[in-house]
DNA sequence: CGTTAACTTGAATTTTGTCAATGCCTGTGG
DNA sequence: CCACAGGCATTGACAAAATTCAAGTTAACG
């Protein structure tokens, strides 16, 4: 009952006709809202409240995490620029969303989202390859978890970075790494102490090359993904669908 | 991309009014399709196949896996009576998909399957319900794999296992585990030399029973779910949506 | 009833977590 | 602009947990 991530199109699928103002996609459901902001560290929606609206991210990333009863957390996802976060049919919201750097975003009402997505099949049909990209995700997050080593997470984690990065077009010499230490751990269930490790043997081996504590700078992609458990190599596929990001809602 | 579990309704959500023929449900769409079996070891559909068909699992259980480059396998969930299987907007199947024990099921072709769940709101509503479930199954899964122990796994997985059988109205002094432990192993992410030892310890201290190889008896169920990390205790919340479990389909 | 595969058990090894101390950014205030 | 402080990150030594390797047992099936 949680969140994760997922793949978009934010850049420019918008109407290939031109003058053609009706857009038929979720991001433009948020087109007139105003504009808010989150300072680092904010509270955007707290585990457990009433879901009342739906969030497009701007601008920023946010940790998207649930706090188990003996005070363990764990980062299920984190929402940067293009997701949709907050969805759900109904119901709570099922983690608490925190910025982590400084967010940008948009609000639209909860029932208003689902009332218009009703009522335009285009929608719901991108709502639903949303939902689909969502599941992915939290099972490539699960296989992630469920293969032992810690560096194949690590390698895994900042691969995921670079491609989602990379998404927008700029190449990925150095890619922002705006989380912590400790979400990164929490979000990969490993400790503080082993993602450091990890880094720094990564660096020594020439893989990576930190650049301040926020960033890096993949040197050998390759050999990254090979680490990383080769993946499946499915970086080609599925893009620009016109399938939302979507992450955390209800269930 | 991939699958998992959720949650459902099988027994009777059906029509209330009397006399009501026609069933606005997922399920119902197999309606009348003639029946299907397979032995256990038989092979459903391989991943990376292209998705032709959605299946209606009716009895039994099958694993859904991939397998990793360096051959390690991973099985992201197991389907059972009441899940829907193969489900997918286009494209291929993320999972390979092996019956465990017998399975009966029902098909129908997925291009039929979408455009009937697109011409019914209702359907669409059952569908995308259905979709959430899977994605909370599915976090719920990572959320469990990034916990250290590997007790809280496997009490976890057995609390699980509890639930969804008890889920049909029969309580559950002792529950069928068709699958093996190489299998559990593979689906929590440990060796089964753990699981087996978990599983001893856990019998040493009279919280289960074996009965056979194939099903144990639950001695203590409080501290079965005090074990598995409490979980949320959101047990009595969503069932009986409407929701119907499904599993395993192409991005 | 015997064969075989699955499961259990044990001991040694590796990996990761834990505890503790040090070092280094970052952002504040002089 | 520089100095300083405090938080965050790194590093090391040790302990705990899980994996690996290697037998033994047991249960399922013919």
Same mark, same amino acid.
């Given at each position: 009952?949680?969140?994760?991530?997922?793949?978009?199109? *934010?850049?420019?699928?918008?109407?290939?006709?031109?003058?053609?103002?009706?857009?038929?996609?979720?991001?433009?459901?948020?087109?007139?809202?105003?504009?808010?902001?989150?300072?680092?560290?904010?509270?955007?929606?707290?585990?457990?409240?009433?879901?009342?609206?739906?969030?497009?991210?701007?601008?920023?990333?946010?940790?998207?995490?649930?706090?188990?009863?003996?005070?363990?957390?764990?980062?299920?996802?984190?929402?940067?620029?293009?997701?949709?976060?907050?969805?759900?049919?109904?119901?709570?919201?099922?983690? !608490?969303?925190?910025?982590?750097?400084?967010?940008?975003?948009?609000?639209?009402?909860?029932?208003?989202?689902?009332?218009? !997505?009703?009522?335009?099949?285009? *929608?719901?049909?991108?709502?639903?390859?949303? *939902?689909?990209?969502?599941?992915?995700?939290?099972?490539?997050?699960?296989?992630? *978890?469920?293969?032992?080593?810690?560096?194949?997470?690590?390698?895994?984690?900042?691969?995921?970075?670079?491609?989602?990065?990379?998404?927008?077009?700029?190449?990925?010499?150095?890619?922002?790494?705006?989380?912590?230490?400790?979400?990164?751990?929490?979000?990969?269930?490993?400790?503080?102490?082993?993602?450091?490790?990890?880094? !720094?043997?990564?660096?020594?081996?020439?893989?990576?090359?930190?650049?301040?504590?926020?960033?890096?700078?993949?040197?050998?992609?390759?050999?990254?993904?090979?680490?990383?458990?080769?993946?499946?190599?499915?970086?080609?596929?599925?893009?620009? !669908?016109?399938?939302?990001?979507?992450?955390?809602?209800?269930?």
């Amino acid at each position: 009952m949680i969140i994760a991530s997922a793949v978009s199109s *934010l850049p420019g699928h918008a109407p290939i006709l031109a003058g053609a103002p009706a857009e038929p996609s979720l991001h433009g459901l948020f087109a007139g809202q105003p504009l808010e902001s989150l300072e680092p560290g904010a509270t955007l929606f707290w585990e457990g409240d009433r879901s009342r609206h739906v969030f497009e991210v701007l601008k920023g990333v946010l940790r998207l995490y649930r706090i188990l009863p003996d005070g363990r957390r764990i980062i299920v996802g984190f929402a940067q620029e293009g997701d949709i976060i907050g969805l759900a049919p109904d119901e709570h919201c099922p983690a !608490t969303a925190e910025a982590v750097s400084e967010v940008s975003l948009r609000r639209i009402e909860r029932c208003r989202f689902r009332a218009l !997505t009703e009522a335009s099949p285009a *929608l719901t049909r991108e709502f639903i390859a949303a *939902l689909c990209e969502e599941v992915a995700a939290a099972q490539e997050h699960a296989m992630l *978890l469920a293969r032992r080593g810690a560096e194949e997470r690590v390698c895994g984690f900042l691969l995921r970075q670079m491609q989602r990065f990379a998404e927008g077009g700029k190449s990925a010499a150095s890619i922002p790494l705006p989380m912590s230490r400790t979400d990164i751990a929490d979000h990969l269930g490993l400790t503080i102490e082993t993602v450091s490790r990890t880094f !720094t043997n990564l660096t020594q081996r020439g893989v990576i090359a930190p650049e301040g504590r926020h960033a890096l700078a993949i040197r050998r992609p390759a050999t990254l993904a090979r680490l990383a458990g080769a993946e499946d190599d499915t970086d080609t596929s599925p893009r620009g !669908t016109g399938a939302a990001r979507l992450a955390a809602w209800p269930h």
